[in-house]
């Protein structure tokens, strides 16, 4: 069974930071890309960051490189999402999402968190 929980959302302003964090239940996480997604208000829900299970190979949104850093500890079965310089258009609900082989298309993911929720005022 796989287990995912989101945690670490909140309201920050603009230009702020936040580190978001995803801790997952499954003895095997190592073998388990992973990824964030985020559902902004009104939109569907878009691809934000994803990382490998056994290199750490990443991937980033154009729209977050630079800013957002996803990193995981594999020894504390755990996925962070360091964000930096947040913006206001980056207000969502963030999802924490694991699957055997990388992707940034939402639908090849197997497991999901219910979502923590970041805004960001102006």
């Known amino acids: 069974q796989v287990q995912l929980v989101e945690s670490g959302g909140r309201l920050v302003q603009a230009g702020g930071s936040l580190r978001l964090s995803c801790a997952a239940s499954?003895?095997?996480?190592?073998?388990?890309?992973m990824a964030w997604f985020g559902r902004a208000p009104g939109k569907e829900r878009e691809f934000v960051a994803a990382i490998s299970g056994s290199l750490g190979s990443t991937l980033y949104a154009d729209s977050v490189k630079g800013r957002f850093t996803i990193s995981r500890d594999n020894a504390v079965n755990t996925l962070y999402l360091q964000m930096n310089s947040l913006k206001p258009e980056d207000t969502a609900v963030y999802y924490c999402?694991?699957?055997?082989?990388?992707?940034?298309?939402?639908?090849?993911?197997?497991?999901w968190g219910q979502g923590t929720q970041v805004t960001v005022s102006s």
């Open positions: 999402a694991a699957t055997l082989v990388i992707a940034t298309m939402a639908r090849r993911y197997d497991h």
């Open positions: 499954m003895r095997t996480f190592s073998s388990y890309a």
